[in-house]
């Protein structure tokens, strides 16, 4: 079992440009969380996908970060217009269908960094 | 605001000697308490969760935590810390208002143990 699977583990992007981090869950996980970690600072949760579908996206910002699970492939959370304060590691987490007794099972990250 | 406090940002110690982390969290209702273990490089692991039940949970590495309700406390411990013990550990709860998977993470404690 692969795990949870994210890439790129690093990412280099210019102010403005867009910025795009993919995440696929475990194998027979079907929800996935989106988490960012700014320096010396805890995890924040971001958002929470089943497929094709967005069930919480209450930390996300209100602008310029989308997030999606398509019926086929990857998550994916989509950066816009970055700005140097979206330089943070993002964590993508799955879990299985089943809530209650399950637990998250975390991705390695990704690095943004943005110049 | 309702958080997650994690009372030490660095903890240093050497082998073999007694660990103790603490967590404490602002939040009222039935709670689910985690903690997990980033290792250098890594991602973040499960060291442990507590849903209900027996109050004093059992976790992986020979980690414990203990869940006192009226402390709104969570405080992880390890009897005897090897070298390999080194690493981030964080505090997480799910609150009840929350959605599964939405986790408030504490700000994480850096263990570093010396030969």
């Known amino acids: 079992n692969a795990g949870v699977m994210q890439n790129p583990r690093h990412l280099v992007r210019r102010r403005g440009q867009e910025a795009r981090l993919r995440c696929s869950p475990m194998k027979g996980h079907s929800h996935v969380y989106w988490y960012r970690q700014l320096p010396e600072e805890g995890l924040k949760f971001m958002v929470y996908?089943?497929?094709?579908?967005?069930?919480?996206e209450s930390g996300m910002p209100k602008e310029r970060f989308s997030a999606e699970f398509p019926k086929e492939g990857p998550s994916i959370l989509r950066i816009q217009q970055v700005v140097r304060g979206d330089s943070a590691a993002y964590f993508c987490?799955?879990?299985?269908?089943?809530?209650?007794?399950?637990?998250?099972?975390f991705g390695a990250g990704s690095r943004l960094t943005v110049l | 605001a309702q958080s997650v406090s994690q009372h030490n940002h660095h903890v240093i110690l050497s082998e073999a000697a007694s660990l103790e982390l603490g967590c404490n969290y602002s939040y009222g209702g039935t709670v689910n308490l985690f903690w997990y273990v980033q290792y250098p490089g890594q991602h973040l692991q499960l060291l442990l969760k507590?849903?209900?039940?027996?109050?004093l949970v059992k976790g992986i590495k020979g980690f414990e935590a203990e869940f006192i309700k009226s402390k709104f406390s969570f405080n992880l411990r390890k009897p005897s810390v090897q070298w390999s013990d080194t690493a981030e550990y964080f505090c997480?709860?799910?609150?009840?208002?929350?959605?599964?998977?939405?986790?408030?993470f504490g700000a994480g404690t850096q263990v570093v143990v010396t030969p």
């Open positions: 987490a799955s879990s299985p269908q089943t809530a209650g007794a399950n637990v998250l099972t």
């Open positions: 997480a709860v799910n609150a009840p208002t929350d959605s599964w998977g939405k986790l408030q």
């Open positions: 507590y849903f209900s039940g027996d109050p």
């Open positions: 996908l089943q497929k094709e579908n967005i069930i919480d």
